[in-house]
Each structure stands twice: as C-alpha cells, then as structure tokens.
C-alpha cells in the first residue's frame, strides 16, 4: 500500500497544523509545544515539511521512541531536513518542549547556508535524537528565545542577519553536545565500531563479489539499524575516517593481494571486487595509491 503524504509548504501552514496564530515572519518561526497541540491527522500519515525543523521535548519517565527506549527526563532534540517525511507521535506525555521551523530561503545564500551540509545530524533518524541536559537545554533555548523575539520586532535591516546568526550558535550548540553524546555513550558506540569492522570483514573474506556488487554506506548502516549519516559522524569520532573510507580501504587492501597474489587479469579482480566496470575500479585504484592496477602489479 502507498504511503499517503500531506506537504505542508508555508510557514502559515506550520501555524494551522499547531493551532496558532498568524505567524510573524514568513521564512520562520518558534512553537511552544506546551501552548500549542498538534491539530493534524495522527491516523498514520506521514507529513513533508519544506523545512529545517528542530524539535525539543521533554517526557515524564521513558518512552520508546524509534527502535530503543530512552530517558527522556532531561529533554531530547530531534532534526529533520526539508522534504523529510515524518510522522506525529503522541504528545500525552510531554511536559515541555518547542519547536524550530525556518525555510531554507532564509538563509539562501548566506554563509550559514554554505554550511547547512556540515550539520548533518539533520539527516538522523529519530531513534539517534539528541538528549541534553539542563544546563545544555537552557543554551539551547536562549538562541531560540532571541529568534522568537527578533522575529516578533519590526523587520529592518538587520532582522534577517540577526536571525541567521542566532540559528547558526544554535546548531554549533548541537554540534557541540552531539559530540559529547558519542564520547559519553562510549561503550555503546564502541560496540558499534566493532560491529562494523566485522561486517566489513565478513564481506571482503567472501572469494567473490561479483553477484553482490560494491558495498555502500547504507547497506551497513541498514544492518547496524542506524542512518548512513549517523554511522559516518560516529566512526569518524572514534576512528578518524568515515564509513566509506573504511570501505575503501578494505577495498583496496583486498585488491592488492589479488593483484600480488593471482594472475587475473585487472578486468577480472575488477568484476571480483563488485565492480560493475573495470575503468571505475582503475580510477578508483589510482586515486587512493597513486599508481594504476598494472602499475602496482609490477612494482611488487
């Protein structure tokens, strides 16, 4: 059965779906989750803002959200990327929260809009939320408190400025605290490191390739059940390289045995490997080594 989508693309619309007034500004806007209730369909269908949007809520006790159940006893900032579909949880056991939507118009051609693709917990699932404690909540709120009231003033020519700069301190507090969380959740994290070591082990080991084709992000990140953009920031902290370095390097270790270690020809390590055309795998090759397939092969 297709999935049902309602996109909502106006800051106006924002203001039906919650139940509030006329909004102040047209590019973006501040909810109190606590004054104004969800006023949508919770049936099952699944909304697509055009927006950046940025949820902070607090619950009583712990609440499944995603694949785990969390304390959510502090406060937990959720994230989604304009065109991101979601769908509306119940609000029963919300004590505080708000919320931050601003159209990408905003900051179109801005520096922070040169940078958005750096924060790429936008890109999260919602079961790798961010939790902050109160003293990081408070942080938080204070820029959001300064949008809402920049937003609320006559606009002159500093409004929009003042605005972009506020949302920018706000996702470097995310950042910040984002890091804090993979270093704090240590033992966690590190279980996952290990996790995808071995998978990535596990598929290189195999004789041949050829029917399975090149590994991708997604694919172990699937298995791992966390978002490509999420394993990537995490192996990157405790590790220093991104998924896809890590699958290149298995790689390219496993195409230099094979081109030390047999007489294949390089069009056939190449198919071996997943790759569906040999001159892919010999950029690729070159790229990393600084020396072609053949090259290597005669070098050793």
Known sequence: M???????????????????????HPLVTVIDLTKH????????????????????????????????????????LMFTAPGQATKPISAQSLEEGWALFFHPDLIHHSP???????????????NEALHVSEEEK?????????????????????????????????LNYCSRFYDRQFYTREKVNTDVVQAFERLLKDHFAQDTLINIGLPGVKRFAE??????????DLLQKFTGKTTQEHIHLQLLDKAKALLLSTGKSVSEIAYMLG??????????????TGYSPSNYRNLN
């Not at 209730?37 to 995603?66: M, P």
């Not at 298995?223 to 990537?232: E, V």
């Not at 040999?278 to 790229?287: A, G, I, N, S, V």
């Open 138 to 170: 408070l942080a938080l709120f204070d820029c959001v408190k300064k949008i809402e009231q920049e937003c609320g003033q006559n606009v002159d020519k500093h409004t929009q400025t003042l605005i972009q700069n506020n949302i920018e301190m706000l």
């Open 275 to 288: 790759f569906e055309n040999p001159p892919h795998f010999t950029r690729l090759f070159k790229q990393k």
């Open 223 to 232: 298995q791992l059940n966390l978002s490509p953009n999420y394993l990537s």
């Open 2 to 24: 297709q999935e049902k989508y309602i996109d909502v693309q106006t800051i106006s619309e924002v203001h039906e779906l919650w139940g509030c007034g006329k909004p102040r």
């Open 37 to 76: 209730h969800f006023q949508g369909d919770r049936s099952g269908l699944s909304y697509r803002l055009d927006f950046y949007t940025i949820f902070c809520k607090k619950f009583s006790g712990v609440l499944r959200y995603g694949r785990s159940y969390y304390d959510f006893s502090e406060g937990s």
């Open 112 to 126: 922070l809009g040169q940078r958005m693709g750096q924060y790429s917990f936008f890109n999260y699932e919602s």
